[in-house]
């Protein structure tokens, strides 16, 4: 089972940039998939992006270029970096970890542990 921490969101102006961070313990970040996904009010849970066990980066076409998936080894941490927000990027943004798998990225089931949520609010 993997422990997962998020931290970093907040409120801030469109255009500008935000850095979520997803510190993980029980499991080291380079030995399973890492996904973020976020959820607006109404909506359901979406994919945005994730890295894989073995460093591949995914992205939901609607945030390639603006986003981008990190990871640092040494601090156990995942990073979802956030540039040119939009306020349709407002949203509860979540992390979530699964042991490596077949199963396509964006499949919200197929991940097992996940954090607690942090609050991205961009305003226009």
């Known amino acids: 089972q993997v422990q997962l921490v998020e931290s970093g969101g907040g409120l801030v102006q469109a255009g500008g940039s935000l850095r979520l961070s997803c510190a993980a313990s029980?499991?080291?970040?380079?030995?399973?998939?890492m996904g973020w996904f976020r959820q607006a009010p109404g909506k359901e849970r979406e994919f945005i992006g994730g890295?894989?066990?073995?460093?591949?980066?995914y992205y939901l076409d609607s945030v390639k270029g603006r986003f981008t998936i990190s990871r640092d080894g040494a601090r156990n941490t995942v990073y979802l970096q956030l540039n040119s927000l939009k306020p349709e990027d407002t949203a509860v943004y979540y992390c979530?970890?699964?042991?490596?798998?077949?199963?396509?990225?964006?499949?919200?089931?197929?991940?097992?542990?996940w954090g607690q949520g942090t609050q991205v609010t961009v305003s226009s």
């Open positions: 979530a970890a699964r042991s490596p798998t077949l199963s396509p990225m964006t499949d919200v089931r197929s991940y097992r542990d």
């Open positions: 890295i894989k066990w073995n460093g591949n980066t």
């Open positions: 029980g499991r080291t970040v380079s030995g399973v998939d």
